[in-house]
Nanobody
Framework: QVQLVESGGGLVQTGGSLRLSCAASGRIFSINAMGWYRQAPGKQRELVALISSGGSTNYADSVKGRCTISRDNAKNTVHLHLNSLKPEDTAVYYC??????????????WGQGTQVTVSS
Protein backbone atom coordinates (compact mmCIF):
# COMPACT_ATOMS: atom_id res chain seq x y z
CA GLN A 1 0.00 0.00 0.00
CA VAL A 2 0.93 3.63 -0.45
CA GLN A 3 -0.02 6.26 2.08
CA LEU A 4 0.15 10.03 1.77
CA VAL A 5 0.29 12.05 4.97
CA GLU A 6 -0.23 15.81 4.91
CA SER A 7 0.99 18.20 7.57
CA GLY A 8 1.25 21.93 8.18
CA GLY A 9 -2.38 22.94 8.14
CA GLY A 10 -4.04 25.03 10.79
CA LEU A 11 -5.33 28.48 11.62
CA VAL A 12 -3.56 31.45 10.06
CA GLN A 13 -4.25 35.15 9.80
CA THR A 14 -5.14 37.03 6.66
CA GLY A 15 -1.91 38.14 5.00
CA GLY A 16 0.08 35.37 6.61
CA SER A 17 1.68 32.33 5.06
CA LEU A 18 1.74 28.59 5.44
CA ARG A 19 3.80 25.61 4.42
CA LEU A 20 2.13 22.29 3.74
CA SER A 21 4.01 19.04 3.36
CA CYS A 22 3.00 15.64 2.04
CA ALA A 23 5.12 12.55 2.56
CA ALA A 24 4.49 9.34 0.64
CA SER A 25 5.37 5.96 2.07
CA GLY A 26 4.90 2.35 1.06
CA ARG A 27 5.78 0.32 -2.00
CA ILE A 28 7.04 3.13 -4.19
CA PHE A 29 9.59 2.95 -6.95
CA SER A 30 9.16 6.55 -7.97
CA ILE A 31 6.61 9.36 -8.10
CA ASN A 32 5.66 11.05 -11.33
CA ALA A 33 3.36 14.02 -10.81
CA MET A 34 2.73 15.50 -7.36
CA GLY A 35 0.04 18.03 -6.63
CA TRP A 36 -2.14 19.86 -4.19
CA TYR A 37 -5.90 20.28 -4.42
CA ARG A 38 -8.33 22.02 -2.13
CA GLN A 39 -12.03 21.89 -1.39
CA ALA A 40 -14.08 24.44 0.50
CA PRO A 41 -17.49 23.60 2.00
CA GLY A 42 -20.10 23.48 -0.73
CA LYS A 43 -17.48 23.91 -3.43
CA GLN A 44 -15.91 21.64 -6.02
CA ARG A 45 -12.43 20.33 -5.40
CA GLU A 46 -9.94 22.34 -7.42
CA LEU A 47 -6.31 22.11 -8.39
CA VAL A 48 -4.01 24.45 -6.49
CA ALA A 49 -0.61 23.47 -7.86
CA LEU A 50 1.08 20.64 -9.72
CA ILE A 51 4.70 19.65 -10.21
CA SER A 52 5.97 17.09 -12.69
CA SER A 53 8.82 14.64 -12.29
CA GLY A 54 10.95 17.04 -14.31
CA GLY A 55 10.15 19.95 -12.03
CA SER A 56 7.78 21.90 -14.23
CA THR A 57 4.96 23.56 -12.30
CA ASN A 58 1.40 24.67 -12.85
CA TYR A 59 -0.67 26.95 -10.59
CA ALA A 60 -4.29 27.92 -10.35
CA ASP A 61 -4.96 31.53 -11.29
CA SER A 62 -6.29 32.18 -7.79
CA VAL A 63 -2.90 31.45 -6.21
CA LYS A 64 -0.48 32.38 -8.98
CA GLY A 65 2.13 34.76 -7.65
CA ARG A 66 1.45 33.72 -4.06
CA CYS A 67 2.20 30.03 -4.29
CA THR A 68 5.21 27.79 -4.74
CA ILE A 69 5.20 24.01 -5.06
CA SER A 70 8.40 22.00 -4.66
CA ARG A 71 9.42 18.38 -4.29
CA ASP A 72 12.12 16.33 -2.63
CA ASN A 73 12.41 13.14 -4.65
CA ALA A 74 14.79 11.47 -2.21
CA LYS A 75 12.18 11.80 0.54
CA ASN A 76 9.09 11.31 -1.64
CA THR A 77 7.79 14.59 -0.32
CA VAL A 78 6.02 17.55 -1.88
CA HIS A 79 5.68 20.99 -0.29
CA LEU A 80 3.31 23.86 -0.85
CA HIS A 81 4.09 27.43 0.21
CA LEU A 82 1.20 29.87 0.09
CA ASN A 83 1.72 33.52 0.94
CA SER A 84 -0.54 36.53 1.37
CA LEU A 85 -3.33 34.30 2.58
CA LYS A 86 -6.93 35.32 2.05
CA PRO A 87 -10.14 34.08 3.69
CA GLU A 88 -11.06 32.44 0.39
CA ASP A 89 -8.02 30.19 0.78
CA THR A 90 -9.88 28.44 3.60
CA ALA A 91 -10.37 24.82 2.57
CA VAL A 92 -9.29 21.26 3.12
CA TYR A 93 -6.09 20.74 1.19
CA TYR A 94 -5.39 17.34 -0.34
CA CYS A 95 -2.15 15.89 -1.57
CA UNK A 96 -2.23 13.90 -4.80
CA UNK A 97 0.57 11.72 -6.16
CA UNK A 98 0.91 9.62 -9.28
CA UNK A 99 3.02 6.71 -8.01
CA UNK A 100 4.98 4.08 -9.90
CA UNK A 101 4.67 0.76 -8.09
CA UNK A 102 6.93 -2.27 -8.07
CA UNK A 103 5.52 -3.54 -11.37
CA UNK A 104 5.98 -0.28 -13.20
CA UNK A 105 2.30 0.63 -13.06
CA UNK A 106 1.06 4.17 -12.47
CA UNK A 107 -1.38 4.58 -9.61
CA UNK A 108 -3.01 7.69 -8.19
CA UNK A 109 -3.20 8.23 -4.44
CA TRP A 110 -4.82 10.87 -2.27
CA GLY A 111 -4.03 12.04 1.21
CA GLN A 112 -6.68 12.39 3.90
CA GLY A 113 -6.55 16.17 3.75
CA THR A 114 -5.45 18.91 6.10
CA GLN A 115 -7.62 21.84 7.14
CA VAL A 116 -6.43 25.37 6.43
CA THR A 117 -8.46 28.17 7.97
CA VAL A 118 -7.65 31.81 7.23
CA SER A 119 -9.19 34.19 9.74
CA SER A 120 -10.02 37.84 9.19
Amino acid sequence: QVQLVESGGGLVQTGGSLRLSCAASGRIFSINAMGWYRQAPGKQRELVALISSGGSTNYADSVKGRCTISRDNAKNTVHLHLNSLKPEDTAVYYCNNQVVDGRGSYLVYWGQGTQVTVSS
